[in-house]
């Protein structure tokens, strides 16, 4: 297959080596799943690429999109990218300050919004930004231009100069030339844009190859947003592949959209996996009698279980029962079909990779940033490329890793940002004269040359006793509870940490009615005292796998719920720890109040 080195190029590789693809992108439109070929994404594509030529763009000006997963967002960002526009894609669920600050900071002239309801939300925030033209939406929306005008004003090109000068500006675009502007999260302030080339991300499409042999067959159900990095890399990696994309109808409706595609694999976040493992967790202790006693035995095996190891009798006999028993029923919850599914952006909880990785479900970790283009190591599908803890070895074509003296995880190469968008200061503070990029992450290599991630640098706080805490450690080892949701563990400076946690509420309910505990609201649930035992007992427990001075001393149960839209987590999920530092200061407080 050959290689290419611009963004533009995909479609024509598509339409050289896919000519014929009827379900390159596949969604749920009014209940039944609606198929896109190659020649559906070629010829919508230019089309909407003439359509921003003829609205006046020029190449280097910046279009904005904020929507779902759909087939949409791929036209609109390759019409973009051919009209030598730079996109930039925001999350559908940021506050409208956050949206305020993009647009005007991105200098945006043109908008995309998905949904209805995205689009009251947006417009009166989107019509007071000045020199933002047009907004286009993908639903019809009474009132709104829709993307479909905009595609007609290509299409109707009668003496073909919108095409003469289309080629013009495909032929003109570089390697380098800034491809897209990515606004980061915003964990610990005001989000900066990431400016990535066409080569940032397509120097990552062979490697990906290596590690993740899928190929024009095969089909992929996508739920993480397309305007995350990681989901994008891999989205593009997918089409110089002619692999299949399936976009979930919502991130509540993947129990179903697991069992329509049956996939062969997935890109997500730990939060997902962890969800899925709590579930099966829940079930499994529920049951009674010999099906308890298979559960036991499965996680027994768990506990043991090496990648490629072979088994002998007994111990083979029992995972094949085990298998058949508990296992199969996991694998079946995800499609029964799962060859991969990839992992990133935070760090998840050895036990739910050993228990996916024990079912035959492949669930690799990767490690990246935004301005690495996202993946820089990854484990790989070989038994001597797995070892659970870690994200594996680096991307070795793409990226060279590096541990300062201090611990801190450094990068260099191709794949590493352009810098951020007007921010020049910050681009020196975080890329060095050497050209090594200061991820802010801390790591180590093991004897065996496996790269793990520890903690945030900015993020481990030390104790009065001299003692140095790594929170996102201690968090995920909570998080694997079934019945802690989400955790914060708080502690600079003072003699133990402790932690603020959210429980599971549905697994809580669960449990208290098996125990004929009556509750009206969260509040009261989490007030009750046998709540509390459970708690501490729960607590206790995972103490013991923690550290001395890890161990979380006290804790406080929080009723409400952390979410992107409330301002307490990032769009990917991820503790936005000063915000929730703030907002429970008084309950951290009273944590280590007589300390």
């Given at each position: 297959?050959?290689?290419?080195?611009?963004?533009?190029?995909?479609?024509?590789?598509?339409?050289?080596?896919f000519?014929?693809?009827?379900?390159?992108?596949?969604?749920?439109?009014?209940?039944?799943w609606?198929k896109y070929?190659?020649?559906?994404?070629?010829e919508?594509?230019?089309?909407?690429?003439?359509?921003?030529?003829?609205?006046?763009?020029?190449?280097?000006?910046?279009?904005?999109?904020?929507?779902?997963?759909?087939?949409?967002?791929?036209?609109?960002?390759?019409?973009?990218?051919?009209?030598?526009?730079?996109?930039?894609?925001?999350?559908?669920n940021?506050?409208?300050e956050?949206?305020?600050?993009?647009?005007?900071?991105?200098?945006?002239?043109?908008?995309?919004?998905?949904e209805?309801?995205l689009?009251?939300?947006?417009?009166?925030?989107?019509?007071?930004?000045?020199?933002?033209?047009?907004?286009?939406?993908f639903?019809?929306?009474?009132?709104?231009?829709?993307?479909?005008?905009?595609?007609?004003?290509?299409?109707?090109?009668?003496?073909?100069?919108?095409?003469?000068?289309?080629?013009?500006?495909?032929?003109?675009?570089?390697?380098?030339?800034?491809?897209?502007?990515?606004?980061?999260?915003?964990?610990?302030?005001?989000p900066?844009?990431?400016?990535l080339?066409?080569?940032?991300?397509?120097?990552?499409?062979?490697?990906?190859?290596?590690?993740?042999p899928?190929?024009?067959?095969?089909?992929?159900l996508?739920?993480?947003?397309?305007c995350?990095?990681?989901?994008?890399?891999?989205?593009?990696?997918?089409?110089?592949?002619?692999?299949?994309?399936?976009?979930?109808?919502?991130?509540?409706?993947?129990?179903?959209?697991?069992?329509?595609?049956?996939?062969?694999?997935?890109?997500?976040?730990?939060?997902?996996?962890?969800?899925?493992?709590?579930?099966?967790?829940?079930?499994?202790?529920?049951?009674?009698?010999?099906?308890?006693?298979?559960?036991?035995?499965?996680?027994?095996?768990?506990?043991?279980?090496?990648?490629?190891?072979?088994?002998?009798?007994?111990?083979?006999?029992?995972?094949?029962v085990?298998d058949?028993?508990?296992?199969?029923?996991?694998?079946?919850?995800?499609?029964?079909?799962?060859?991969?599914?990839?992992?990133?952006?935070a760090?998840?909880?050895?036990?739910?990779?050993?228990?996916?990785?024990?079912?035959?479900?492949?669930?690799?970790?990767?490690?990246?940033?935004?301005?690495?283009?996202?993946?820089?190591?990854?484990?790989?599908?070989?038994?001597?490329?797995i070892?659970?803890?870690?994200?594996?070895?680096?991307v070795?074509?793409?990226?060279?890793?590096r541990?300062?003296t201090?611990?801190?995880?450094?990068?260099?190469?191709?794949?590493?940002?352009k810098?951020?968008?007007?921010?020049?200061?910050?681009?020196?503070?975080?890329?060095?004269?050497?050209?090594?990029?200061?991820?802010?992450?801390v790591?180590?290599?093991?004897?065996?040359?496996?790269?793990?991630?520890?903690?945030?640098?900015?993020?481990?706080?030390?104790?009065?006793?001299?003692?140095?805490?790594?929170?996102?450690?201690?968090?995920?080892?909570?998080?694997?509870?079934?019945?802690?949701e989400?955790?914060?563990?708080?502690?600079?400076?003072?003699?133990?940490?402790?932690a603020?946690?959210?429980?599971d509420?549905?697994?809580?309910?669960?449990?208290?009615?098996?125990?004929?505990?009556?509750?009206?609201?969260?509040?009261?649930?989490i007030?009750?005292?046998?709540?509390?035992?459970?708690?501490?007992?729960?607590?206790?427990?995972?103490?013991?796998?923690?550290?001395?001075?890890?161990?979380?001393k006290?804790?406080?149960?929080?009723?409400?719920?952390?979410?992107?839209?409330?301002?307490?987590?990032?769009?990917?999920?991820?503790?936005?720890?000063?915000?929730l530092?703030?907002h429970?200061?008084?309950?951290?407080?009273?944590?280590?109040?007589?300390a």
């Amino acid at each position: 297959m050959n290689t290419i080195e611009r963004l533009v190029d995909l479609l024509e590789h598509l339409n050289q080596y896919f000519p014929d693809k009827q379900d390159l992108f596949v969604t749920k439109e009014n209940s039944k799943w609606r198929k896109y070929g190659t020649s559906d994404y070629f010829e919508t594509s230019n089309n909407l690429a003439k359509g921003l030529i003829s609205l006046g763009l020029n190449a280097g000006d910046k279009i904005a999109s904020v929507s779902s997963n759909r087939p949409e967002w791929n036209f609109v960002d390759m019409g973009s990218l051919r009209a030598g526009v730079i996109h930039v894609p925001v999350y559908p669920n940021l506050s409208n300050e956050h949206y305020k600050y993009i647009f005007e900071h991105a200098d945006i002239r043109v908008l995309f919004v998905g949904e209805n309801e995205l689009y009251q939300r947006i417009a009166p925030v989107a019509k007071n930004i000045q020199g933002l033209e047009f907004i286009f939406t993908f639903d019809e929306i009474s009132g709104a231009l829709n993307w479909q005008d905009l595609r007609k004003m290509g299409e109707e090109d009668a003496d073909n100069e919108l095409e003469k000068e289309l080629k013009r500006r495909i032929d003109a675009v570089d390697k380098d030339d800034v491809a897209t502007i990515i606004y980061t999260s915003g964990t610990t302030g005001v989000p900066k844009g990431v400016m990535l080339s066409h080569w940032n991300f397509l120097n990552l499409v062979k490697p990906s190859m290596i590690l993740f042999p899928f190929g024009s067959t095969h089909k992929m159900l996508s739920f993480l947003p397309l305007c995350h990095v990681f989901e994008r890399v891999v989205g593009y990696y997918y089409q110089f592949n002619g692999i299949s994309v399936y976009y979930a109808e919502s991130i509540m409706s993947i129990a179903r959209d697991f069992q329509d595609v049956k996939p062969d694999g997935f890109i997500t976040v730990p939060r997902i996996l962890e969800k899925i493992y709590n579930k099966i967790q829940e079930n499994g202790i529920k049951q009674k009698g010999a099906k308890k006693f298979l559960f036991n035995q499965a996680m027994k095996f768990v506990e043991s279980y090496v990648p490629g190891k072979k088994y002998k009798f007994p111990k083979s006999i029992w995972h094949k029962v085990v298998d058949a028993t508990v296992f199969a029923k996991a694998r079946k919850a995800l499609g029964g079909n799962i060859k991969a599914a990839i992992c990133g952006g935070a760090a998840l909880h050895p036990d739910i990779i050993q228990f996916f990785l024990a079912a035959k479900i492949p669930v690799v970790e990767g490690y990246g940033l935004t301005e690495a283009t996202a993946l820089s190591s990854c484990i790989t599908l070989h038994p001597e490329g797995i070892k659970v803890g870690t994200v594996g070895f680096p991307v070795y074509d793409a990226i060279t890793i590096r541990i300062a003296t201090d611990g801190e995880i450094l990068l260099k190469g191709p794949s590493i940002m352009k810098g951020y968008y007007k921010d020049e200061e910050q681009t020196r503070k975080v890329i060095d004269e050497n050209g090594w990029f200061h991820t802010g992450d801390v790591g180590e290599y093991d004897h065996e040359g496996f790269l793990k991630i520890t903690d945030r640098k900015k993020e481990i706080f030390k104790l009065s006793t001299g003692k140095y805490v790594a929170p996102q450690m201690v968090e995920n080892t909570l998080k694997a509870s079934r019945f802690i949701e989400e955790a914060m563990v708080v502690g600079e400076g003072m003699k133990y940490a402790a932690a603020v946690l959210i429980p599971d509420f549905t697994a809580l309910a669960d449990w208290c009615r098996e125990k004929g505990l009556q509750f009206s609201d969260h509040a009261s649930l989490i007030a009750d005292t046998l709540v509390r035992k459970l708690f501490d007992n729960e607590v206790v427990r995972l103490n013991n796998l923690l550290g001395r001075s890890e161990q979380i001393k006290k804790f406080v149960l929080i009723a409400e719920s952390w979410t992107s839209e409330s301002g307490a987590l990032s769009p990917t999920l991820k503790l936005r720890r000063n915000h929730l530092l703030s907002h429970y200061s008084k309950i951290i407080k009273s944590l280590f109040d007589n300390a």
